[in-house]
C-alpha cells in the first residue's frame, strides 16, 4: 500500500482530536491527499454504534462492548481504511486497535490473547504504520475534559471512569509504545497546544518523507498571499 495509516491514540482529553485536527490542515494545505477518521464511528454504521456505546445513561457490558467495537473496527476496516490506504491517502484515526488493547485489556481486564484475537479478527491484520500515544499525566486529562464539558456540555461514559482506570489505560499504552519503538511514538502533550503541535510535526514530516510520500502543492490549496511568511513547501 502506498499510503500512510498514523493513528492517534492516548487517554480521554490528552489532545488526541485537537492535534489531528491540526495536523490534517497542515498536510492538506502541503497538497498531501488527507482522510480523516475515527473510532468509533468513522463510517455510517460506525457511528450508530458510536452513539450506542458512548450514550451516558446507558450500561453497556464490558463484553458488549468489546464486541461493539470490533464490529466498529471491521466495518471501518473494511469500508474506510483500507480503500483509503489502497488509493495512497494518508490516513489520520483518532484511535484505532491500540485503544482496544489499552481500554478493553488494561481497563476492562481482559486477558490479552482474547484482545489479540478479536483484534486480528476485526483487523484482518491491518496495523498503523505509525502511531502517536499523547501522554499526560490522569489529573491533566480530567481537568481538561472537565473544561470541555463545562463548555460544550458533552459528557460521554467514559467520563465518569475513576482515576485508577485511567491509569491502567495509560500504563497499558505506554507499554505498547516500549513494545513497538518502531510503530509507536510517544509525544509528551503535557504543554500547550502549539508545542505539542511542534511535537507531531517532528515526528510526522519525516516520516513521510522516509516513505517517499509527498505533498501536490497547488494553487487551490496556497495559502492566501501575503497571510503567511514565505517557507519551504512541506514536499
Ligand atoms: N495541550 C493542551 N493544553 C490544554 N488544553 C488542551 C490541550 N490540548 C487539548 N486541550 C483541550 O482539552 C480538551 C480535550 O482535548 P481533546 O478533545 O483534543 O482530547 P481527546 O484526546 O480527543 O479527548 P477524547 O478522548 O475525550 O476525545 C479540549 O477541550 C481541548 O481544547
Ligand atoms: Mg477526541
Redesign the pocket.
Known amino acids: 500500500m502506498a499510503g500512510a495509516f498514523i493513528t ?1 491514540e ?11 485536527r491540526m495536523l490534517a490542515s497542515v498536510l492538506r494545505l502541503g497538497g498531501f491527499e488527507t482522510v480523516v477518521t475515527r473510532e468509533p464511528g468513522g463510517t455510517p454504521l460506525g457511528k450508530r454504534l458510536r452513539t450506542a456505546l458512548l450514550d451516558a445513561q446507558a450500561e453497556v457490558d464490558p463484553l458488549a462492548e468489546l464486541l461493539l467495537y470490533a464490529a466498529d473496527r471491521a466495518q471501518h476496516v473494511r469500508t474506510l481504511l483500507r480503500p483509503a490506504l489502497e488509493t495512497s491517502h494518508i490516513v489520520l484515526s ?2 484505532y486497535a491500540d485503544a482496544t488493547v489499552a481500554y478493553q485489556g488494561a481497563g476492562r481486564g481482559f486477558t490479552p490473547e482474547l484482545i489479540a484475537e478479536v483484534v486480528e479478527l476485526a483487523t484482518g491484520g491491518l496495523k498503523p504504520d505509525l502511531t502517536l500515544i ?1 501522554d ?1 499525566s490522569v489529573a491533566e ?1 480530567l481537568m ?2 472537565k ?2 464539558e463545562a ?1 460544550d456540555q458533552s459528557k ?1 461514559r ?2 465518569g471512569e475513576d482515576v485508577d482506570f485511567y491509569a491502567r489505560v495509560r500504563d497499558r499504552y505506554l507499554e505498547i509504545a516500549a513494545a513497538e519503538p518502531e510503530r509507536v511514538r510517544v509525544v509528551d ?5 502549539e ?2 503541535h511542534t511535537k507531531v510535526i517532528e515526528i510526522v514530516l519525516p516520516f513521510l518523507e522516509a516513505r517517499g510520500i509527498v505533498g501536490q502543492p497547488s494553487e487551490q490549496n496556497a495559502p492566501p498571499t501575503g497571510t503567511q511568511p514565505q517557507k519551504t513547501p512541506v514536499n
Open positions: 492517534f492516548g487517554i480521554d482529553g490528552s489532545g488526541k482530536s485537537t492535534q489531528l483518532d484511535r499523547f499526560v486529562c481538561r475534559t473544561r470541555r463548555n460521554d467514559l467520563d502533550a503535557s504543554g500547550s497546544v508545542e505539542t
